[in-house]
């Protein structure tokens, strides 16, 4: 079964310093690995994904993961912080479907709160 | 392109009754997934439909029910309400990739 375990609940940093989200991952399969950020009141929007290409993955607003499959780990960074980054971060692998072509049920991690302190 | 779109987006019901959500798909996407997400929980898949038919489902009791209408858009119905189904419900459209979610109703049950 697929599963992901985000390592830290909450995490804060100051702003212009580097970000770390940990997430590791339990898959029987070839996993397709997101990130998926959401602010208050509003809907999740994709970071990036992995769908076994590059093992680095760049995807918006500066962030990027690496899978590292012998860690089963997908760990989002970014650089430097900026306030607007402050917002609720999900790891989440998808399972796979049986049907071609169709995205299969996602499977979010609990959540990392990303606070950044000015 | 107007995205997700889900009605509505606050109701408050009472024990035992019942609710339906509404969701309208991305332009042209033809599979719906709905979402349960509790409060400092991470959302979890309630069941997903594919040319009008129920295609997965999550571990949610027969209580939820959902219908796909010929056109993508979707319904979650929920009978007996139970104060713990107070949840942000959302709706995530997808076309063979990239799920693209909806703000989400946020359902409280008194």
């Known amino acids: 079964a697929q599963s992901v375990t985000q390592l830290d609940s909450h995490v804060s940093v100051s702003e212009g310093t580097p970000v770390l989200l940990r997430c590791n991952y339990s898959?029987?399969?070839?996993?397709?690995l997101f990130w998926y950020v959401q602010h208050p009141n509003k809907g999740l929007q994709l970071l990036l994904k992995?769908?076994?290409?590059?093992?680095l993955v760049k995807g918006i607003n500066g962030f990027e993961a690496e899978f590292k499959k012998s860690e089963t780990s997908f760990h989002l960074t970014k650089p430097s912080a900026h306030m607007s980054d402050a917002a609720e971060y999900f790891c989440?692998?998808?399972?796979?479907?049986?049907?071609?072509?169709?995205?299969?049920?996602?499977?979010f991690g609990q959540g990392t709160t990303l606070q950044v302190k000015p | 392109d107007a995205g997700v779109t889900q009605s509505p987006t606050h109701l408050i019901k009472t024990r035992g009754q019942q609710v339906t959500l509404r969701c309208s798909p991305k332009?042209?996407?033809?599979?719906v997934s709905w979402y349960q997400q509790a409060l400092g929980q991470g959302p979890q898949f309630i069941f997903q439909?594919?040319?009008?038919?129920?295609?997965q489902r999550g571990n949610f009791p027969d209580r939820f029910s959902g219908h796909q209408f010929p056109n993508y858009s979707s319904e979650l119905n929920v009978n007996a309400l139970l104060l713990g189904d107070s949840a942000l419900y959302l709706c995530?459209?997808?076309?063979?990739?990239?799920?693209?979610f909806g703000q989400g109703t946020r359902l409280t049950v008194v």
């Open positions: 989440v692998v998808s399972d796979p479907t049986l049907f071609s072509g169709n995205t299969g049920k996602l499977i």
């Open positions: 995530a459209s997808s076309l063979g990739g990239e799920a693209f």
């Open positions: 439909y594919y040319e009008e038919e129920e295609r």
């Open positions: 992995y769908t076994s290409a590059a093992t």
């Open positions: 332009s042209g996407h033809d599979t």
């Open positions: 898959s029987s399969y070839s996993p397709s």
